[in-house]
Nanobody
Framework: QVALVESGGGSVQAGGSLRLSCAAY????????MGWFRQAPGNEREGVAR???????RYADSVKGRFTISKDNAKNILYLQMNSLKPEDTALYYC???????????????????WGQGTQVTVSS
């Protein structure tokens, strides 16, 4: 029902910055909460950050202070500003979304029903 399209991935040197974008299409009714996940080869997909319709945000400890998530609620466009990138940040980054509801605001995959195709971020040392 909801289609997500990511852009902005690429290759950067350690210490550099990237800005990812995700546009949501096909949504109706209530607003979306959205988030970013990432998966490196051989690793489980992990939650990076999420932003809810009221603007509340949550970050994984590994990216706190370096990454900033934001969302244009009118257009349902999600952003992830990534600064001070490290080689450990190298992964396929996924945009995810779900219709807003009450409850805990987690970084669990189970809390998101719609997923983008992923965009590659590579950080070299």
């Amino acid at each position: 029902q909801v289609a997500l399209v990511e852009s902005g991935g690429g290759s950067v040197q350690a210490g550099g910055s990237l800005r990812l974008s995700c546009a949501a299409y096909g949504y109706t009714g209530s607003g979306l909460y959205m988030g970013w996940f990432r998966q490196a080869p051989g690793n489980e997909r992990e939650g990076v950050a999420r932003v809810d319709f009221d603007g509340s945000t949550r970050y994984a400890d590994s990216v706190k202070g370096r990454f900033t998530i934001s969302k244009d609620n009118a257009k349902n466009i999600l952003y992830l500003q990534m600064n001070s990138l490290k080689p450990e940040d190298t992964a396929l980054y996924y945009c995810a979304a779900e219709y807003a509801h009450g409850g805990s605001r987690s970084l669990s995959q189970a809390d998101f029903g719609y997923w983008g195709q992923g965009t590659q971020v590579t950080v070299s040392s």
